[in-house]
């Protein structure tokens, strides 16, 4: 689909404010920011990997996968208040402004305390179909008792992220993130090493560091906050609050659709084998790694074309697809060069085996395919994202969905794993095809 160019006259009517320059001083923070997140886990996995006994990393990695999906599943609250906060920004309304912060706040806290109250039966039914021997379920659950506490935190804080980078406030936003993962990193080590307080000190670390970034959080919001709203009527608008609740209804279904993609890649691929499923491992965090960084630009456009929305400005609006697509175009080449240069170092940094290496190699065709497929398809979510048009990618995840399925289930008894990877890069094309047909249909008029 052709977009309508921007001349050169109207091209400098943005200024520098809308620059090259800018919009990568705005995605640069944000990469980083995304890519802390990842580091973080390799490191909790690394100090209790120091105990000796692998039960340690086990619980560890089985007590983060329920918050990584409790947490995940929500993550349309940070996505959502990017876009109302960044449209409120552009429109000059101060009053909508702090109510593009309140109602995902308290929604946050709201399902935070839901998960309290329901912390037993959403554990037991985790553990069930994880299914974890009893030595790892036992540490699952001295993990899980302490980090609960702090789910009305990390979810609240959602909220305060996504004001932060709808306002583009974006270095703020990235010093936080930091912080959050930087004293976590040193009280791992302070607890785990140090006072040997095993699982329970990398608990303890995580909800010793969510409660101090979230009161960093409202701080910040709070000074932020240019004008107090005279009257609070507003927070109560049933349009407002109605049209929150229906993009994040559709962001909640799209995201449900990726994590059963991913269950089920990762469900395949335990089919083949330890061996396998290993190589897969390897495979996939780089993948996503790298979808991390496209990431980066996605939020940058979702900024732009939130502001692009409040203020009715079509022009800002293609210049800012324009621009995305040119730097996470370039990105891709990029990174798809040093993949082709360097994937068999980059393969042996997570891995001894000689065999999972050797099969990871075999499969990272796949790994190469997977930026020029990828990236158009996480920008355009992101432009979608600023004009809180959720529809089409709820749209294109559940269509992109059924092709994986279809894929996976027609040829993965004669193409084996090449035949799951087969699907998953189909899913990722598909995903950028049916957003790039719904773009023609994004106005900011």
Avoid at 35 to 43: D, I, K
Avoid at 115 to 135: M, T, V
Avoid at 238 to 255: A, G, H, I, P, Q
Avoid at 346 to 356: D, H, I, N, P
Wanted: net charge neutral; hydrophobic share 55%; with cysteine.
């Amino acid at each position: 689909m052709s977009l309508p160019s921007v001349s050169a006259h109207q091209g400098n009517a943005l200024g520098s404010m809308h620059s090259h320059k800018a919009f990568l001083l705005l995605s640069i923070p944000l990469i980083l920011s995304a890519l802390s997140t990842p580091l973080l886990g390799a490191v909790d996995t690394a100090v209790v990997g120091q105990l000796k006994d692998p039960v340690y990393i086990g619980a560890v990695a089985v007590g983060a996968l329920i918050f990584n999906y409790l947490y995940w599943i929500l993550g349309f609250l940070r996505v959502s208040t990017s876009g109302f906060t960044a449209q409120a920004d552009g429109a000059g309304d101060s009053n909508e402004l702090v109510m593009a912060f309140v109602r995902p706040f308290l929604l946050g806290l709201g399902f935070g305390l839901v998960f309290l109250l329901l912390h037993k039966p959403i554990l037991q039914g985790a553990l069930f179909f994880i299914h974890p021997s009893d030595e790892v379920a036992a540490l699952v659950e001295q993990y899980y008792a302490i980090r609960i506490w702090g789910a009305p935190l990390s979810l609240a804080n959602y909220a305060v992220y996504g004001w932060l980078i709808g306002r583009s406030k974006v270095k703020l936003a990235m010093w936080m993130q930091l912080l959050l993962n930087g004293m976590n990193i040193v009280l791992d080590f302070v607890f785990v090493l140090g006072l040997d307080m095993g699982v329970e000190g990398v608990a303890w670390a995580t909800l010793a560091s969510e409660a101090l970034v979230f009161l960093i959080g409202a701080i910040a919001v709070w000074l932020h906050i240019s004008r107090i709203p005279k009257t609070w009527s507003s927070l109560y608008d049933s349009k407002r609050f109605l049209e929150m609740l229906s993009v994040n209804r559709d962001m909640f279904l799209r995201t449900c659709c990726l994590l059963l993609v991913l269950g089920l890649f990762t469900s395949a691929g335990a089919g083949q084998g330890d061996d396998v499923l290993a190589a897969n491992a390897i495979l996939m965090q780089i993948a996503l790694l790298i979808s991390y960084i496209f990431d980066g630009f996605a939020n940058a456009g979702s900024i732009w074309v939130g502001k692009a929305y409040g203020q009715r400005s079509e022009l800002l609006l293609r210049h800012t697809i324009k621009l995305g697509a040119v730097w996470s175009f370039a990105a891709a080449l990029v990174i798809t060069i040093a993949l082709v240069v360097f994937h068999r170092s980059l393969l042996s940094l997570f891995t001894e085996s000689v065999m999972v290496s050797e099969l990871a190699g075999q499969y990272s065709i796949w790994l190469l395919i997977f930026p020029i497929v990828i990236f158009w398809g996480l920008m355009l979510a992101g432009i979608f994202n600023g004009a809180t048009d959720s529809v089409p990618t709820r749209n294109s995840m559940v269509i992109s969905m059924l092709v994986f399925v279809l894929i996976l289930y027609s040829t993965s008894s004669w193409l084996g794993n090449h035949g799951l990877w087969f699907a998953y890069i189909a899913f990722s094309l598909v995903r950028s095809i049916t957003l790039w047909y719904y773009l023609s249909k994004i106005k900011a008029i």
